[in-house]
């Protein structure tokens, strides 16, 4: 049995939608199905999947009915990513706002466990850079788990309070505050968020999201967008947090079209688009949105002076070594921290290295590798990268059992490997690295990683 709603939920959302249209949006929060939706890896899948298309995102697809994911390879593979509709209208944004060769500089703010990074990180493309940040050390960690799984190298993850980003000024062109909030929207999908909302819990979250704002703000460009969002209804946390940015701050509305039959309720704050998700009125939660550009005030970029020296250079032979495990090395640039080998695309290695010498950063670009003299052993993550070259080791291609037991790390047939590193497919799609040395195979896919059995 589920809770019944909030009282207090239940008044003030009567007072601000009136009877009819809050007892629509109760009915779908307390009866309604939550759609399941995943968003594939352009990266990584060549061709469109088959089935209804999240209209506001080209890359989201419902699904019929929840599958076990964990049984997939292509989840594991980074092929996809199953997230909430509402979500993926960050996309619709996006494309508004930036031209497609645009490679912007962006940060992702309150990033885990990374839906919307992975959404970012796509758009972006490969000559762009998120830097995707998280407080939560352990949320942290299962977000870089995420980013090395989506495999596009164009992600840095920070383990950060926001505050600590002040001394980049004017540096990114894009920051999206996916602000921690009490959650009304999630009422459906999760039972808890019930039992965790109170009153008190909605001042807390406004206040703390202003406090987040301001901490962020000096380091949009000016021009530069802010995307907020969350997924609760109330206006404390929504309008009036909007309302209150652009009293403290020169905020610009910035234009982005919605298609009427998608059912989002788009509307404005101090001349600013904002757009509303209710599950009785789209297939997806609860979610709010707004768009705002920082007004032009001609300030010039600053980072603060380098805390370490993170990166050292590779020498030839090592350079050599590592070009020859992507395919397309003339695009890389590949660097040494503490004896790991890191690929990053060369566009965004100026502002990788600004970023590692000032943050506290638990993964980035691509971490490729050990270099043992001539000898190299690769990284999980290489497996994963997409562009990751298909001729250097032999292709293991496993059928789905023998898939499923290298994922649980049990011991695999050695007749199915040629001698040395291969790289696991399954359908074509790595997997990650096993080794064979004469009659028997090292399993080498990640302890923390693997599947339990089932
Ligand atoms: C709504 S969730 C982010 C979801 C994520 N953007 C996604 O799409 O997968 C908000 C995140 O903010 C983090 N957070 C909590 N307190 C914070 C704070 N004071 N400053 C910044 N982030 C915070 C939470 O740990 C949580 O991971």
New binding site residues.
Partial sequence: MTLPLPELFRSRTTESLGTSEAERLFAALDNGESPVSIRFNPYKIGSQPEGRQVPWCRYGYYLDERPQFTLDPAFHGGAYYV?EAS?MFLEAIFRQIFEPDAAPRIL??????????T?LSTLAGAEGLVVA????RQ?ASV?AANAVKWGIGNIVVTNN??AHFAPFEHYFDLI?V????S?EGMFRKDPAARTEWSEQGVKLCAA?QR??LS?IWGSLRPGGILIY???TFNAAENEENIAWLCGEYDCEPVEIAVDPSWGVVKGETDGINTFRFYPHRVKGEGFFAAVIRKSDGRRRERTPKPRKAIFSALNRPETDILSQWVAQPEYMRFAKVNGTAYAYYREAFGAVRQISESLTVIHSGIPAGQLFGAKFKPEHALALFHDVSRETVPQAEFDLPQTLDYLRKNEIDPSLLQEGINMVCYNGLPLGWIKRIGGRCNNLYPKESRIAAL
């Fill in positions: 997230q979500s992702d703010l309150c990033a885990a466990p990374g839906g919307k990074t959404l940040n998280e407080v939560i949320r977000l309070d926001p999206a996916d602000a921690p909030c959650g703390r406090r987040i901490d969002s969350t997924c």
